[in-house]
């Protein structure tokens, strides 16, 4: 079960960048307050033969938050950042996640969609989705799926991103509330996750 | 209607739709995760034509072949000969000279689908001279997909990978050794096949049918709830002989399990486990 309410009622974030965004993706992390009152879900795009281990060292190392890679059926617990394995979707239910090894979608696998559609559909107006830097149009479909579903949807802009792509087929849905810098969306999930963001 | 209504309309419609198909046909899905299920419950609705979860039950509950095309969606897996190569690498490090004490193994490769792996496992063994007293057993839930398994033919295409995933398993001959390519297909070297008995079984409500020194079922169990796969996990303990082995995917796990404690971790990375003595 998923542990942990920030005072704004979110209770699970969910970043989703392709394999350029991993820089991205630390600056925001970096922001966040510790010990993480909700859990992050961070899926990235990348190969299955990236070095695996090492990502979840450079995270702990660099934005000061234990760092995990999913496996099947693992709690999303309050504290730590959770990692999307490469080669697997990941599809959030019951405060866990299921892996599957389903096609890719939208050449993606991970794929950011899938995250967020499912992650959506657990959370509803508890979940705070952000996207980050990256090539062809991943996140956009479930950006909308969050909105829909009365959660809150973060993008970077499209002007800072080093591949605005993803970024801006996700603000073209016209479902994204805050479209922001990368250190202005780190101290938003701040606000967020402490209180008085709402 | 607000989403969450409509959220819970449609997990009743998918209740009934499982437990139709499970009362009319055997096939039980209901403890299949629900996220990946729903997702392909919808795709073969939209194939369909129809619009609606109940509209897909009343097209199973009548007609047998939507019931077929149903469970394709629903079974086929993903699959690839030599998926993670390190595996394949430490299956042969770590699993074969203990298979070499035995005079005859059987091994059984549960949900082995369109049978890229089983092919893998055969080839695996044949280099380390083992698949002359060897049968494996590769079951499906699926008959057409059991089929194809048994023909054993793939696309050309994909043999470039296949090589690659191959050599980095450990194989030690030419990968082109194993099949005959023609036009834009290849077919397996058909002597592998002389070992491998290919037949239905369904983990869910199927019992054990041998006892097995080893058990491969990777990247199946993961479309399982929790409940499912320990029920799962306890076929296969009972289904593997003293010391039988216990291969599951990579982001699989026996440490939830009511029955971690009747296994002993040979290579925790590649999720390779061996059942106690006793």
């Given amino acids: 079960m998923t542990s942990g309410f920030s005072p704004d009622g979110v209770d699970l974030v969910v970043v989703g960048a392709s394999w350029g965004g991993v820089d991205a993706a630390m600056q925001v992390l970096r922001e966040l307050p510790a010990p993480l009152p909700v859990p992050v879900l961070l899926v990235l795009h990348r190969s299955r033969t990236s070095e695996r281990a090492l990502l979840e060292r450079v995270i702990e190392r660099d934005c000061g938050h234990p760092a995990r890679e999913l496996g099947d059926k693992d709690d999303l617990t309050a504290g730590t950042i959770h990692l999307a394995p490469p080669d697997y979707h990941v599809l959030v239910e019951g405060g866990s996640v299921s892996l599957t090894v389903e096609d890719p979608v939208n050449h993606s696998r991970p794929s950011v969609d899938l995250a967020f559609e499912t992650a959506a559909e657990d959370h509803a107006e508890r979940l705070v989705a952000v996207l980050l830097s990256g090539l062809g149009r991943d996140g956009a479909h479930g950006i909308e799926v969050v909105h829909r579903h009365g959660g809150r949807t973060l993008v970077q802009d499209p002007a800072e991103a080093e591949r605005p792509d993803m970024p801006q087929a996700a603000i073209d849905t016209g479902c994204v509330d805050e479209v922001a810098t990368l250190r202005g969306i780190g101290l938003r999930l701040r606000e967020l996750l402490e209180g008085g963001g709402r | ?278």
């Fill in chain 2, 1 to 278: 209607m607000p989403a969450h209504a409509e959220a819970e309309r449609e997990a009743i419609e998918i209740s009934l739709l499982l437990e139709g198909v499970h009362q009319q046909y055997g096939f039980d899905f209901r403890q299949y995760a629900r996220a990946s299920l729903r997702r392909r419950l919808w795709r073969r609705v939209y194939a369909e034509g129809l619009r609606t979860i109940s509209g897909l039950q009343e097209r199973v509950l009548h007609d047998r072949s939507a019931m077929e095309r149903l469970l394709l969606d629903l079974s086929i897996n993903v699959t690839s000969m030599f998926r993670d190569p390190a595996f394949f690498a430490s299956f042969r490090q770590h699993v074969v000279p203990a298979l070499r004490t035995y005079p005859f193994l059987r091994i059984w490769n549960a949900g082995c689908s369109t049978g890229e792996e089983t092919y893998s496992l055969a080839i695996l063994l044949r280099e380390v001279g083992l698949l002359d007293r060897t049968r494996i057993y590769a079951t499906d839930i699926n008959e057409s997909v059991l089929a194809s398994a048994a023909e054993g033919i793939y696309p050309l295409a994909k043999m470039q990978e296949y090589t690659e995933n191959y050599l980095a398993a450990g194989g030690s001959r030419s990968f082109s050794d194993y099949y005959r390519a023609a036009y834009e297909r290849a077919q397996i070297d058909r002597s592998l096949t002389e070992n491998i008995v290919f037949a239905a079984h369904n983990l869910v409500s199927d019992r054990s049918f041998n006892e097995f020194h080893v058990i491969v079922c990777r990247n199946v169990m993961i479309y399982f709830d929790r409940t499912l796969q320990g029920r799962v996990h306890r076929l296969f303990l009972d289904s593997l002989v003293p010391f039988g082995i216990l291969a599951l995917g990579h982001k699989e796990t026996l440490a939830h399990s009511p029955i971690a404690d009747a296994f002993d971790v040979v290579d925790e990375q590649e999720r390779i486990y061996r059942r106690h003595g006793s």
